[in-house]
């Protein structure tokens, strides 16, 4: 899990940088990209409409971020589900050897 989140908070600066930050002082930018909080505190700061724009841009950003990162965990969830059924053995028997099955009727002289 740390690594999805490392993946999806790298993903969500680079992918919230450009047009929804390019307006903004170079520090508030800057916190916009930490984080969605962060991106909250920031709009409250602006005019509505560039507030809005920049929560909008967060939140697609923050969304395709965690999209790709749950993408990358289910490869390696995947991956290793190949690897152990490649790799493990199989200790299932096919039939125990020391069961015997009883005919019904073998069951009425056993009795």
Partial sequence: MAAAGSIANSLYGSKLSGDAT???????????????GAAAAVSGQLPRAAGDSLMSAAGTAFTDATGIAMLVGAGVVFTGAILVRRHLPDIRQKEPADVVELRPDAEAAVA
Avoid: F, T
Avoid at 22 to 33: E, I, K, N, Y
């Fill in 22 to 36: 390019a307006g903004l002082p170079a520090p508030a930018a800057d916190a916009a990209g930490e984080s969605v």
